[in-house]
């Protein structure tokens, strides 16, 4: 893995969202949860580059996002496809999710929320604001039915404080 300057972080954002997806991790290497995301974003706010995240509130996840001022994304190999799958469809309330996959925790560089050995792209992001979505902005009223129990996502902006790709 080489480290990229965040500066000049160029990468295919629709296609990594929307067919590579990522694994969102926060807590520390010793007390950390991690789930697989879909929807988010990378880009520029407050002059600093930032990547975006929505965490509905029964995801186990949420609590350590709300605990620690820190997470990472990370997206992995084709190989490792069923292990993001793993981590989108069980909760590490229910047990140790990690063991169920071929992924291993590393300590991240310069946040304590963890990365992967077997990442090909790591991004470290330290939360820097966070808001609840009001449905009253669905200007888009079909949107609404991405929430038939009214379990709107916290939208969360990470500085992406250092990047690795492969
Ligand atoms: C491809 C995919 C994308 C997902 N994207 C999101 C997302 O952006 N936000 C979210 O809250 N849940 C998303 N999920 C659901 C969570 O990953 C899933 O509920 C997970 O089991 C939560 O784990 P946890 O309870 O251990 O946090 C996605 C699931 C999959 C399979």
Known sequence: MTEIDVKKLSLDVVD????????????????CNMMTVA?????????????????????????????MDS???????????KDLQTMGTTSGRDGDKLALTGLTLTESSKVPAPSYKEADLILECRTIYYQDMDPAGFVDASIQKNYPADDYHRIYYGEIVAAFAD
């Not at 995240?53 to 996002?65: A, D, E, F, I």
């Open 16 to 31: 990594l969202w929307m067919k590579r997806w990522l694994l969102l991790t926060a807590g520390t290497r010793d007390d």
């Open 71 to 81: 997470f990472t994304l990370c997206a992995f190999p084709e190989a490792h496809r």
């Open 39 to 67: 929807w988010g974003s990378v880009g520029c706010m407050w002059a600093k580059p930032f990547a975006q995240v929505v965490v509905r509130p029964q995801r186990h996840t949420r609590g350590y996002m709300d605990k």
